[in-house]
Every structure is written in structure tokens, then in C-alpha cells.
């Protein structure tokens, strides 16, 4: 992984000065954002003001970064540009003045790397310009490295002494980190007695599906599918095939219709391949509308020849053997190594694993986000552990339960002497999390000041104790969290843009309980499981009314509240069967509507309303004169760490 990595990085330093090209009609703005760029010592390839002759001009020379009005001359805005640029991974950022909700929504899709009002500021100008520069660097970094390791990982499966079918599935795993698939089939246009599906059923167990089982499973005899196949449109083009593609091909092949109605397929995208002359499809479809992009099929072209070995390796010389045992040397990893501490199995949930797994083996920032209570930790954990940091250290921080005045020496340490108190050295966390992995929880609790000096940390890599003489080069990942909507923190000047862009490299959502209600029985078996070990208890088992209990409740303190919930319920508990469950508040029939039900509350339940009370007096402010610290006689550390452990959300008190 290191050789790859440098690899990679010689490749992307080898070039200087950014080249920058000015979409713009206006002449006096355009003109005004080039004399900035300029005195910043960028290049300024040219000046366009249309769609078609920023085309032109990127045919001849590729800019390193666009700059694009989204309204021009002509009929073409820049968005339609945008999405040209991205199709052609080159990075862009849009000029904007007045627009409309709707019209910056639509912008949004494109994912530009940022905007910028006119007029223009020099600061805002080269704060957005570095921002978008660092991502789109770290972009083409990160893809680099996955066709790599994919290549890597794609070899080590050819060169094993897996059968076929066994060789496939461990490839699907492999591919589907990359190119999300529910379904995946592989085998020869012309012979489809031999081709082979893998269904997902969840996010490590997949069923290898033959023409048998296809057609036990469709009702229709296997002369039936050949007669269907025969019958339909050979697909022997890379492509995607979404909207009204994906309605052509389904009207123009019974067996496609087919496969595609048995597994609730809405998109998919095919990749041939030629073989001792003969076509070999690899098709990956998804339940989802509109799911794959130029990139996945950009993807899977690199990697071409790497398939072809693979299915000339594997599949040839499998039915060459005629039948006959192959030695299995490559016993395949634990799917679920590195999940241990993380329970579930709904399609959000999926998308949370597949996102750990994707970006764990880069040394990409990575921002999580979700309600208190929801598992962000436990996210962060899961990436350390698939790291090549694993054997490092993981140094968790809370921000929000730091006292401000001793933030700094926390993070970075300081010296012997530094400040009153200071009677020994200290050694900051991210000097202890050198070589490793610094988790930094609700990081939208991180005062303005440290966030200057993180962001430093982040752009030079390195630290400087307090009183220290000389910076400490470190060498470490940063993972954040947050339970905050970071975008409203930034446009209320309570967090740094540039910092939130530099961290939402790679965002993680963590779904709510409401919103995995799935998950809700595995989630109370494995806490009953648990908490009867921890105990010596034995474990009880959960009434059915109990169960639809839960599954009904809203849990405003997600996956943190279900525990309490369920350790409560056992201790309550009479006899082998939970048979009532004590829920803290009672699910709202309507919007608006009123709790009229008198009932007795927990000394935490009291605890928690009284907060939420003084929080929304004081308008949410924690610290300083006048805020809920104060009035409570508590330090800020605490009500911050209280207000954690109770669950309280931004919500409850704005």
C-alpha cells in the first residue's frame, strides 16, 4: 500500500503553477477575477464567454480548474457546462450573483468545488480557489489509489487456486465497494447455460443464482430461458443504461425484462469484454433509479484488461479442468472484520458499511454525521480497524466537553513552564495519535481559535506545542464527527468554511433508529445478549406486544436510548420474558399534537427537561455571561458532556 501511495503521490506532484480558466461573460468581472488570480501567482490559461468556446479551449489545453458562470452567451448555461467538466474530471467552481433556490439546487448536482458571490472578494477568491484545489487533488489521489488497489486485489483472485464460482463471488466483493451492484451477473452473450448471477441479500452474505435456480425462481423451464434469451438484444457496448435506455433494452429483451422484474432492478450498467473472439458480459444492477455516473463506467474501461485475465484465468481454465477439484489455497477474510461493534442489516445501513469500507484504506478526511446516539464513534472505530493505521493508535477526542482555556494544551500539549500550572511536560493527543488516527467528536463544538490551529495541522502536518519553540512534524488521520448542521454553524460565522471543506472530503450519514426501524429486533437481541453476559443473568426473551413497542417508538435518543431502554427492562424484569417495556416519551399521534397522558418521570428524564428549558431561555447559548452554564452554577464541560449523554439535539432548544 505504502509503494502505491508514493506512487501516486510523484505522480501528482509533478506539476507547479494551476492553470485556471475563466468561464465569465461579464468582461469587467472576468477581468477583475483574473487580475486576483494573477497577484496569487496562478496562471490564467484564457478568458471564454460561452459553453462552446470553453469546449474549444479545453480541447486544446486542460485547465487544472474552471471558473464558470452559470448564466453565458448562448443557449448552454454553465451548468450544462459543469456537468461536462465533471464527466472529464476536471474540477470547477461557480461564479454566481443573484440566482434562484432552484437554480442553485440544480448547480448542487454537479458538485462543483465551491461558490462564490459577486462581487468578487480577493480573500473569499483564494480561500475557495485553495479549498477546491486540495480537493480535487485529493479527488484524483484517491482515485489513482483504488484502481491500484483494485488492480492489486483483482490479481490476487486470478492467481488463487479458487474454483469459479468461489473466484466470482470473492470479485464481487471485491467490485462492489466500487460499483454498488444488488445484482451482478457474468458469462458469454452466446451461451447462456453458463452464465451466473450473484444476488446481495445483505451487506456480507450474497447467493450465487445458475440458470437452475433462476429458474426455479421465475417459474419458467430452462428451455423457456434459453428460447427468451435467443430472443433478445445482445448487449456487446459499455454502457449505462438509466431512464430511457434502461426502457429500450427492458422492451427489446425478454430475458433482461426478465431478470430485471425478478430482482426490482431500476438501473444498470454493462461492461464486454472480447475472449478467444467471443463477447463476455459483466452486467451490475442496482434497485436504485439513475445510481451509476461516467465514473463507474470510466472504472470499469481501466480495468478491462485486468477482467479479461481474471475470466481467461478463471473461468477457461475451470472448465477446461472438465469438472475436478480445485485446491483452495486463499481462505477469503471475514466479510464482517473490523464491523464487530456495529449491528444491522437495513439498505441504510449497507450504505454506511460500504462507505467505511471504501474509504478505509485511504488516508482521506473523513466527516460523520448524524443525531446523537446514533454510532458515530463506532463509525470511526470500524475505519481505524480496516486502516493500515489499525495497529496505531485511535485517540478519541470530545470537543464539546473541553473547558476552551485548556483545548489547545489537550490537543497539541505544551511545555514545561508554558503557562501557571504548567509543572511538567505534556504530550498532546495528536502527538499521541502519531502514526495513527485522531477521532474528533462534535467537532461544531470547536471554538474559532483552535480551529485556525487544526486547520493548520491539517494543511502543513504538523503541530507546535504551547511554548514550544519549533514545529513537531506528525503523521496522522483525522476523523471527525459532528451531531450539527456544519453548513448553518459556517453561515452563522460559528466554524471556518475553509475547514469545513477540508474535512468533508468523504461524508458519512448515520441513519437515526426511525429511520432503521429494521434493525430494531437484532439491535434488542444484541443488547439483551450483552447485558445478560456482563451480569450472569440469563437472557430474557422479548414479548411480541414488547417488540412492536419498539418498533413503534420514535427514539429521539437512537441506538444510545435502545440500550438503556432494554438494560432497564431486564432488571424490571420478572421470570425468562420481558413482558412491559418503559418508554420515556410516547410517540406522537400528529405533528403538533400534545402529550395529555400524565406520567411519572425518571430523575434523568427531569434532568434532562430542566436543561432543555434553560437552554432554550438562553437561546442555546452553553458558555459564557449569560448562558446555561452559568444559570445551572455548572462548568461548560460538564452541561456540554451532560447534554451528550441525555441525547439533547440542537433541536429540542432552537
Same mark, same amino acid.
Given at each position: #500500500? ?64 474552471? &471558473?464558470?458562470?452559470?448564466? +453565458? ?23 454566481? $450573483? ?88 457474468? %458469462? ?57 435506455? &434502461? ?38 444492477h442496482s434497485r436504485h433509479f439513475e445510481i451509476y ?69 485511504f488516508e482521506t478526511s473523513v466527516l460523520i454525521m ?9 463509525? $470511526? ?29 489537550? &490537543? ?15 504530550? %498532546?493527543?495528536?502527538?499521541? $495519535? ?5 477521532? +474528533? ?26 511554548? %514550544? ?43 437515526? +433508529? ?57 432488571? #424490571? ?41 434553560? +437552554? ?39
Open positions: #500500500m505504502n509503494a502505491i501511495t508514493n506512487e501516486v503521490s510523484i505522480k501528482l506532484n509533478s506539476t507547479l503553477k494551476k492553470k485556471i480558466l475563466i468561464v465569465e461573460d461579464q468582461f469587467i468581472e472576468a477581468h477583475d477575477l483574473q487580475l486576483i488570480l494573477e497577484k496569487a501567482d496562478y496562471e490564467v490559461m484564457g478568458l471564454v464567454r460561452s459553453v462552446a468556446q470553453a469546449l474549444e479551449f479545453i480541447e486544446k489545453e486542460t485547465p487544472d480548474l474552471v &471558473f464558470v458562470d452559470i448564466f +453565458l452567451k448562448g443557449k448552454e448555461t454553465g451548468i450544462d457546462l459543469a456537468k461536462i467538466l465533471k464527466e472529464k474530471h476536471i474540477g470547477f467552481i461557480y461564479l454566481s $450573483a443573484n440566482s434562484s433556490k432552484s437554480i442553485l439546487e440544480e448547480a448542487k448536482k454537479t458538485q462543483p468545488y465551491g461558490f462564490i458571490v459577486k462581487p468578487f472578494r480577493d480573500q473569499d477568491v483564494l480561500i475557495t480557489l485553495d479549498i477546491a484545489c486540495y480537493r480535487h487533488k485529493h479527488g484524483v489521489e484517491t482515485q489513482l489509489l483504488q484502481e491500484k488497489i483494485l488492480e492489486k486485489n483483482i490479481n490476487e483472485i486470478t492467481f488463487s487456486s479458487l474454483k469459479w464460482e468461489q473466484a466470482l463471488l470473492q470479485l464481487g466483493k471485491t467490485l462492489q465497494t466500487y460499483i454498488p451492484f444488488d445484482y451482478m451477473t457474468a %458469462g458469454f452473450i452466446d451461451e447462456v447455460t453458463n452464465a451466473v448471477g450473484l444476488f446481495r441479500r445483505n451487506f456480507d452474505v450474497y447467493e450465487m443464482i445458475n440458470i437452475d435456480k433462476f429458474s426455479k425462481i421465475t417459474n419458467f423451464k430452462k428451455e423457456e430461458l434459453i428460447d427468451l434469451h435467443s430472443k433478445s438484444l445482445k448487449l456487446e457496448t459499455a454502457q449505462i443504461y438509466q431512464g430511457d435506455s &434502461f426502457v429500450k433494452v427492458s422492451q427489446n429483451s425478454p430475458i433482461k425484462r426478465l431478470v430485471l422484474h425478478t430482482f426490482g432492478i431500476k438501473s444498470f450498467i454493462v461492461i464486454p469484454l472480447i475472449i478467444d473472439d467471443r463477447t463476455f458480459n459483466f452486467s451490475f455516473v461516467e465514473e463507474h463506467l470510466a472504472l470499469l474501461t481501466k480495468l478491462k484488461s485486468i477482467l479479461t485475465e481474471f475470466v481467461s484465468e478463471m473461468y477457461i481454465t475451470d472448465k477446461k479442468l472438465n469438472g475436478k477439484e480445485k485446491v483452495i489455497l486463499n481462505i477469503p477474510r471475514d466479510p464482517r472484520q473490523g464491523f464487530e461493534s456495529m449491528i444491522g442489516n437495513s439498505k441504510k445501513m449497507i450504505t454506511v458499511f460500504d462507505s467505511i469500507k471504501k474509504v478505509a484504506p448524524g443525531e446523537s446516539g446514533t454510532g458515530k464513534e463506532k463509525v $470511526a472505530q470500524s475505519i481505524h480497524n480496516l486502516s493500515n493505521r489499525k495497529d496505531k493508535p485511535l485517540v478519541i477526542i470530545n470537543c464539546g466537553a473541553i473547558p476552551d482555556n485548556l483545548a489547545e494544551s489537550l &490537543f497539541f500539549g505544551h511545555e514545561k513552564g508554558a503557562f501557571t500550572g504548567a509543572a511538567d511536560k505534556r504530550i %498532546g493527543k495528536f502527538e499521541m $495519535a502519531d502514526g495513527g488516527t485522531i477521532f +474528533l467528536d462534535e467537532i461544531g463544538e470547536m471554538p474559532i481559535d483552535l480551529q485556525v490551529k487544526l486547520l493548520r495541522v491539517l494543511q502543513e502536518k504538523e503541530i507546535e506545542r504551547v511554548g %514550544g519553540r519549533s514545529p513537531i512534524k506528525i503523521d496522522v488521520r483525522i476523523i471527525a464527527a459532528t451531531n450539527r448542521n456544519l453548513e448553518e454553524e459556517v453561515a452563522a460565522g460559528r466554524f471556518r468554511l475553509d475547514l469545513y471543506y477540508r474535512l468533508y472530503v468523504f461524508p458519512i450519514f448515520v441513519p437515526s +433508529l426511525r429511520e432503521r426501524t429494521e434493525d430494531i429486533p437484532v439491535l434488542a437481541s444484541h443488547f439483551i445478549n450483552l447485558f445478560s453476559e456482563k451480569t450472569g443473568l440469563k437472557a430474557p426473551l422479548l414479548q411480541e406486544n414488547v417488540l412492536q413497542q419498539l418498533l413503534s417508538y420514535d427514539w429521539p435518543g437512537n441506538i444510545r436510548e435502545l440500550e438503556h431502554v432494554i438494560e432497564r427492562s431486564i432488571l #424490571m424484569s420478572d421470570g425468562n420474558i420481558i413482558k412491559e417495556i418503559q418508554l420515556p416519551f410516547a410517540k406522537k399521534q400528529e405533528e403538533g399534537e400534545k402529550q395529555q397522558e400524565f406520567s411519572i418521570k425518571t430523575i434523568h428524564d427531569n434532568e434532562r427537561d430542566y436543561i432543555i428549558y434553560i +437552554l432554550k431561555r438562553c437561546k442555546g447559548k452553553v458558555s459564557g455571561m449569560g448562558g446555561a452554564a452559568e444559570i445551572l452554577n455548572i462548568p461548560s464541560s460538564t452541561l456540554n458532556s451532560k447534554i451528550k449523554k441525555l441525547g439533547i439535539k440542537h433541536s429540542h432548544f432552537s
